[in-house]
């Protein structure tokens, strides 16, 4: 069975950093990245890294001050979030598929909890 479980959320100031983890038991597929989801909002895409390549995705919202990684064996990415605002409050999802480049909820097959990021002004 696959999971895939998230760690590195919490409270942070306006302008501070957090590092989020996301790691993959049972198998690894090419692509694993970071969703995220406000309160009132669906979920969006933030950023994604496919194996292969080494190729990575970003929204427009988060580029620049966002970086997503993954260590040698793939089976943890890792989201770098500096320089962080208000409106990046949201819980943040790690999702794992098999689609190179996902940025879509539907490209992904399996999904983590959730971690709750709240930052304040």
């Known amino acids: 069975q696959v999971q895939l479980v998230e760690s590195g959320g919490g409270l942070v100031q306006a302008g501070g950093s957090l590092r989020l983890s996301c790691t993959t038991s049972?198998?690894?597929?090419?692509?694993m990245g970071w969703f995220r989801q406000a309160p009132g909002k669906e979920r969006d895409f933030v950023a994604a890294?496919?194996?292969?390549?080494?190729?990575?995705y970003y929204s427009d919202s988060v580029k620049g001050r966002f970086t997503i990684s993954r260590d040698g064996a793939g089976n943890t990415v890792y989201l770098q979030m500096d320089s962080l605002r208000p409106e990046d409050t949201a819980i943040y999802y790690c999702?794992?598929?098999?689609?190179?480049?996902?940025?879509?909820?539907?490209?992904?097959?399996?999904w983590g909890q959730g971690t709750q990021v709240t930052v304040s002004s």
């Open positions: 999702a794992m598929g098999g689609v190179i480049g996902a940025t879509r909820e539907s490209d992904y097959t399996y």
């Open positions: 049972g198998r690894t597929l090419y692509t």
């Open positions: 890294n496919s194996l292969g390549g080494g190729s990575s």
